[in-house]
């Protein structure tokens, strides 16, 4: 019983950080639009900072949020797989970790001049 538990618990703390990372990518902060993309890495440009860019991409497990200028955030561990691609011109983000497979069409869209 206590195994069922612990696993429950584990499976609500991953969820809570895909939304929870949801919200700092599409949040009033950065107000991002998407720059390029591949399966691995996404860049972002914040409207906030144009100063800067910033890449989605996965490192020792973890999807994080890096600069061009150094230092990072991590957003979600242990990832085991992810992908990047555009669905109807915004970010789709996939990601397996060992207990889960989450899926996301954001609102991080394409800019267009």
Avoid: C
């Avoid at 499976?11 to 998407?34: I, P, T, V």
Wanted: glycine share 8%; charged share 25%; net charge negative.
């Amino acid at each position: 019983m206590q195994m069922i538990t612990v696993h429950s618990q584990q499976k609500y703390e991953e969820q809570l950080a895909w939304y929870h990372m949801l919200g700092e990518l599409e949040g009033e902060d950065y107000q991002f639009s998407l720059e390029k993309i591949t399966s691995q890495k996404a860049q972002l440009e914040p409207h906030t900072d144009k100063e800067r860019t910033y890449l989605l991409k996965a490192k020792k497990g973890n999807l994080i949020l890096t600069t061009d200028k150094g230092g990072y955030m991590p957003l979600l561990m242990g990832v085991s797989a992810h992908n990047f691609s555009v669905d109807h011109g915004h970010l789709k983000i996939e990601a397996t970790t060992k207990l889960q497979r989450f899926s996301a069409v954001t609102a991080i869209g394409e800019e267009h001049e």
